[in-house]
């Protein structure tokens, strides 16, 4: 069992910054991509940032240049600085982990995924 608990939303007026935070917890062998998804009310589920094992970094064009997503592998958690928000980045955000429970070499990730943490970007 592995749980993903999520920190940090909240209101925040346009312009404003605000940082997410993630940490995972269970039967963790070792964790692959970890990563942000947002979903706005009436919209679909979408990818914010993605993070590998290796620091390599993924950005959605909507965000880029706005958001930093970081990682510490020793401590299983991400975390995701918002800078420049704007009221299209309303939305819950989704913290994603693809988590090996097994050291088996031949052990399949499984995609788990936190409650969500709203945030509201509003003057």
């Known amino acids: 069992q592995v749980q993903l608990e999520e920190s940090g939303g909240g209101l925040v007026q346009p312009g404003g910054s605000l940082r997410l935070s993630c940490a995972a917890s269970?039967?963790?062998?070792?964790?692959?991509?970890m990563g942000w998804y947002r979903q706005a009310p009436g919209a679909q589920r979408e990818v914010v940032a993605v993070i590998t094992p290796g620091g390599t970094t993924t950005y959605a064009d909507s965000v880029k240049g706005r958001v930093t997503i970081s990682r510490d592998s020793a401590k299983n958690t991400v975390h995701l600085q918002m800078n420049s928000l704007k009221a299209e980045d309303t939305a819950v955000y989704y913290c994603n982990a693809d988590v090996y429970t097994s050291a088996s070499p031949f052990a399949q990730p499984f995609s788990s995924w936190g409650q969500g943490t709203q945030v509201t970007v509003s003057s």
């Open positions: 269970g039967s963790i062998y070792r964790i692959s991509a």
